[in-house]
């Protein structure tokens, strides 16, 4: 059963048209009832309709007899991690992550600390179709409190990790959820810090809450005129980050995320690399040159984190700066990566650049094609009728996300987004030339069969 409800990383949508207040209380009625709750933490990022819906939630939690503990305002990861520290019986992260800012969201993590999977969303989304909540006698509704566990999590990291070369980091905090944590936490590690884009602000007028090549351009000129060591910059909710190395060159997160890999391989003399279907294949050729190997899963830090836990991964990421470090906790964590990768740059002696270019390098093309929620899934099943026959001398076909056609000189990936209204497609080629060409065949099968489909 596919949830109708939930995405690739929670509930989302715009604010007060898909994601209202009424649906916030019901969800949290049902996970109240569903995991039979006592104790929860409730977090946010800095959304201007974070609060609304805050007060939703939280209500709803009392009415269902739950002690809540409100974090405010803090990065995602910080919540999953305390949910599992603190023994909570769940935790609610209400955020849209990288998202536009009439967007918002609410991620569910387990106790812990381990975001809802497929099978516990469908439950809670039964229960909120038949409304069969669990609801306190007067006597027994929950309270409240504020409680600042920021620095349970520094600490956490400080007990972990040194650095002894003290690095010049510049971080663009974009507004967002780490604008709290983030300068102190590498001021703790003894680097020199200079700070951009810090003060909360959920309209996020400095730049898209996407730390991406092209919002992250003014960044990229302060590391060359400062003469930084690495620029770090991070999403709405600080479970995504993105890099810009010495030379003031936005990081390709394909190869980071690669090079990375094979460190973590490396000192662990082998072991198991989760990624997803949209990773480019420079992941195999890092991780099995060390003697790793690598497993790939649908697109979703869901399906990730369960796939790391099934398979005993020693390190799993996304190509979109999402990283998950099992030794730590089970949710995307960007402070955390950022701080491990500056430990590896030491552990390695090499500045970013360096590091990365041991990655090889192949164009990677993504596009997206506006596709109606109600039938993204339903245009995909089209798809992977007609996608071979645009490709006839395809060598292999995986449909664990959409459908992902291997070429003899590339590979091609058509699924409909987890988060948003969209048909997202992804090729990389041994060249360019061969990418555009790839593209442009798969691009115009899918615009054809949207307008078929949606008319």
């Known amino acids: 059963m596919k949830s109708r409800l939930f995405g690739s990383s929670g509930v989302r949508g715009l604010v007060n048209v898909t994601l209202t207040p009424v649906l916030a209380a019901k969800l949290g ?36 007899g739950v002690r809540v503990s409100r974090l405010d305002v803090v990065p995602t ?43 516990k969303q469908n439950e809670i989304e039964r229960l909120m179709a038949s409304e069969g909540f669990r609801l306190a006698e007067w006597r027994d509704v929950g309270d409240t409190l504020h409680f600042n566990g920021a620095s349970l999590y520094n600490e956490m990291i400080l007990k972990n990790v040194k650095l002894n070369k003290k690095p010049y980091v510049l971080l663009d905090l974009g507004c967002g959820a780490t604008c709290n944590v983030a300068p102190a936490l590498f001021k703790s590690l003894g680097c020199k810090v200079t700070a951009i884009n810090a003060q909360p602000d959920g309209f996020f007028p400095c730049r898209s809450p996407e730390p991406n090549a092209e919002s992250l351009k003014s960044l990229t000129e302060i590391v060359c005129n400062l003469g930084a060591d690495v620029g770090i910059a991070y999403d709405g909710d600080g479970d995504r980050v993105a890099f810009v190395d010495e030379k003031g060159g936005f990081v390709d997160f394909d190869r980071v995320l690669a090079a990375y890999a094979a460190h973590v391989v490396k000192r662990g003399h082998g072991g198991t690399v989760v990624t997803n279907v949209e990773a ?36 799993g990421g996304e190509p979109c700066g999402a990283w998950i470090h099992p030794q730590f906790h089970y949710c995307p964590d960007g402070l955390l990566s950022s701080v ?11 500045s970013l650049s360096e590091f990365v270019s041991s990655a090889p390098k192949y164009p990677t093309l993504r596009e997206n094609v506006p596709c109606e929620n109600k039938v993204k899934y339903k245009v995909v099943e089209k798809i992977g009728e007609e996608l071979a026959s645009v490709f006839p001398n395809f060598k292999q076909v995986s ?18 987004s987890g988060t948003e209204p969209l048909i997202r497609l992804t090729v990389e080629g041994e060249s360019l030339k061969t990418a555009n060409e790839i593209m442009e065949k798969g691009l115009s099968l899918v615009k054809k069969l949207v307008e078929e489909v949606e008319n």
């Open 77 to 119: 990861p910080v919540l999953a991690y305390l949910t599992r520290k603190l023994g909570a019986d769940a935790g609610f992260m209400i955020t849209a992550s990288h998202n536009p800012p009439q967007y918002n969201g609410i991620k569910v993590f387990d106790g812990n600390g381990i975001a809802y999977d497929e099978e």
């Open 399 to 416: 449909t664990v996300d959409g459908v992902r056609l291997t070429l003899e000189e590339g590979w091609i990936l058509v699924r409909a």
């Open 340 to 350: 491990l990768l500056l430990e590896a740059l030491e552990d390695e002696d090499v």
């Open 280 to 315: 480019s294949m420079c992941v195999e050729k890092m991780v099995e040159a060390y003697g790793g190997r690598v497993v790939r899963t649908r697109v979703g830090d869901v399906y990730l984190a369960e796939a790391m836990e099934k398979h005993g991964a020693i390190f």
């Open 29 to 64: 009625l049902a996970v109240a009832t569903f995991s039979k709750a006592g104790e929860v933490l409730v977090g946010r990022d800095t959304r201007v309709s974070g609060l609304m819906l805050e007060s939703a939630l939280v209500s709803s939690l009392l009415a269902a």
